[in-house]
């Protein structure tokens, strides 16, 4: 059984460059948010062996958690020449209550003959969630002088039941080859009701439903994927090849206009690994994956979602799924009587039909956004890096590089817009360790440079420096020191978001009893109060600069008793419990 509950308050602004076809504009958002979460949730596993061959696990799992929104946000809009035009100053708070219940069943059987295995899985899901939002906004266009006011109450109801099964047998075929086929089913029903109420003046109430911004959609998914694996396994060799064809039967149908949004959509989706291990510490292993997605219910359902008024965004009936293929090789190596280590490796992925955003802008740069489908979208990078032992294995020089590029594609008011995305990091940290000090010192430098096609005042490259240091002092007769800081700079940032912060954190503690399984611990966070986070954010044509404030400086005394004996090793526990 676990009991979690927790309140979070978040105060944030940013400031926001738009880089339209022919011109620029600006905007800088101030948000506060407070959000208090409780959850109960109880697992319970059960096991057993039927003989000697055959185990069967069943594992239910019970959840009932409750949330608390508070969001405040107000925008002010600018031009190019950075003159203020207009603002808006959203209210939301919301309420939800959410069940989820889920039952795990896991058979599996073993054979006399090596290697020769049968699984089945049984998963079975009923999720039921209630929110109550209500919306209150308020725009005000500076040269106009006028107000346009919204107030709103929105009561969504979803829910959603599921069955999967999955079936999988694996044959040895000889000394070095096994054949694994499996095949899945699975069939889920999910209910969403959204309603949408007006504020009416006359009563006082929020009785006035508005059909534009509500729908009540029911979606049936059919699924079933079947496929086999042909798997080599010989001393420094292991590898397979996969192959799944999967079909998938969506019904989406809306209560409210009687309109049905019918998908049936079929994939074939290779895999394969190749891994080389010449011995136990050197390791060679490159895979290629395929992935499909289909667009979901709120991508497509033709309702606006006007939670922010001035970005709201609508549903598109046409999507088609997205189709991706994922590449990724790496290499590492660890000599143990050295001490010394080296990795690397790249990575990339192709998605086609990708789910991007096509936005359209009116004069005073509201958005209204869709989900559209756009291919070419790339992610891919490159990485390596190692430990230098420069005394034995008391001092380690341990360097590190990386570079990524990223291609992006969206649409601007109907036009194509590609963001080409590159970074570098480089990084330095030394490491020294003895009987009882142990401490470390690191520099990092990340350089990152976009460009959109879209306007050729898009380019905003930035940098970022970050320091670190870490010590712990065994300090004897029980007594432990430990600290740290962490420095960062930032530049080439929007004016305000420059922001240069050092934060330094320190722990006093101190063992008792014979096994020292009872510790008494004083902790600093963040002593000199400067723990703020500045980043900036590049998405298709706009370039992000936040400042969020977070949790700042106090003082905690801490006291601790281990159950298991101190100078015995702790076994982590695995798995979702």
């Known amino acids: 059984y676990t009991y979690y509950n927790n309140e979070l308050v978040t105060n944030s602004v940013n400031r926001t460059q738009f880089f339209l076809p022919d011109t620029t504009y600006y905007t800088s958002d101030s948000t506060s948010n ?17 003989d000697s061959l055959t185990k069967i696990r069943i594992k239910p799992t019970i959840s009932i958690d409750q949330a608390r ?12 020449n950075n003159e203020k035009s207009w ?55 500076y040269a106009l002088n006028y107000n346009t006011l919204v107030d709103q109450e929105k009561n969504n109801a979803n829910d959603q039941l599921k069955h999967n099964f999955y079936a999988e047998y694996t044959e040895p075929l000889g000394n070095h080859f096994k054949l694994t086929m499996g095949y899945n089913f699975m069939i889920e029903r999910m209910n969403l009701d959204k309603k949408t109420y007006d504020y009416d003046t006359l009563t006082g109430m929020y009785s006035m439903i508005n ?74 292993r490159m895979d290629y994956t395929t992935s499909a997605a289909q667009p979901t219910v709120t991508n497509l359902a033709p309702v606006p979602d006007n939670t922010n008024p001035n970005r709201i965004s609508i549903g598109n ?18 000599d143990a009587m050295k001490g010394s280590f080296v990795w690397m490796g790249l990575f990339g992925s192709l998605t086609q039909n990708a789910f991007t955003a096509s936005t359209t802008y009116d004069n005073l740069g509201r958005m209204i956004s869709q989900t559209v489908n756009a291919d070419g979208v790339i992610f891919s990078g490159l990485y390596a890096g190692g430990g230098i032992p420069i005394k034995g294995r008391e001092i380690s020089f341990r360097p590190m590089v990386s570079a990524n590029y990223n291609r992006m594609v969206n649409y601007v008011n109907l036009e194509e817009n590609i963001t080409n995305y590159m970074g570098v990091l480089a990084k330095a940290e030394f490491v020294f360790q003895w009987d009882s000090l142990e401490f470390n010192l690191s520099g990092q430098v990340d350089y990152t440079n976009p460009r959109s096609s879209i306007s050729s005042v898009s380019s905003t490259p930035f940098y970022r420096q970050t320091y670190t240091g870490r010590v712990m002092w ?38 008792f009893l014979k096994t020292e399984n009872l510790i008494l611990s004083v902790i600093a966070n963040d002593i000199l109060k400067q723990n703020i986070n500045a980043s900036r954010t590049v998405t298709n044509n706009m370039v992000v600069d936040n400042r969020t404030q977070l949790i700042s400086r106090y003082f905690l005394l801490k006291l601790t008793y281990k ?15």
């Open 474 to 511: 065994r300090m004897g007769l029980g007594f432990e020191l430990r600290s740290d800081f962490n420095w960062v700079i930032n530049s080439r940032l929007a004016a305000g978001f420059n922001a240069n912060y050092f934060i330094w954190n320190a722990e006093l503690s101190k063992n």
């Open 563 to 577: 159950f298991n004996n101190n100078k015995t090793k702790e076994v982590e526990q695995k798995g979702h419990f």
């Open 211 to 284: 059909m534009g911004l509500s729908n009540e959609f029911v979606t049936d998914r059919l699924e079933h994927k079947g496929g086999a694996k042909l798997t080599y396994e010989k001393g420094k060799h292991n590898a397979f090849f996969r192959m799944d064809v999967r079909n998938v039967d969506i019904e989406n149908f809306n209560r409210i206009s009687n309109f049905n949004i019918d998908q049936n959509i079929t994939n074939v989706l290779p895999s394969a690994r190749y891994e080389f291990k010449p011995n136990m510490g050197t390791r060679l």
């Open 317 to 334: 009936m046409d999507l088609a799924p997205s189709f991706t293929h994922n590449v990724n090789i790496n290499f590492n190596r660890f």
């Open 87 to 141: 603002a808006t100053t959203i209210n939301n708070g919301s309420n939800s209550r959410g069940n989820n219940i889920g039952v795990l069943a896991n058979l599996e059987r073993k054979f006399m003959k090596p290697k020769r295995l049968f699984q089945f899985d049984y998963f079975f899901n009923w999720i039921d969630n209630k929110t109550k939002n209500s919306l209150l906004t308020d725009t005000r266009v």
């Open 69 to 80: 929104t508070d969001y405040y946000n107000f925008t002010e809009y600018e031009s190019s």
């Open 34 to 50: 407070i959000n208090r979460t409780e959850s109960h949730r109880v697992n319970v596993t059960v096991e057993s062996k039927l």
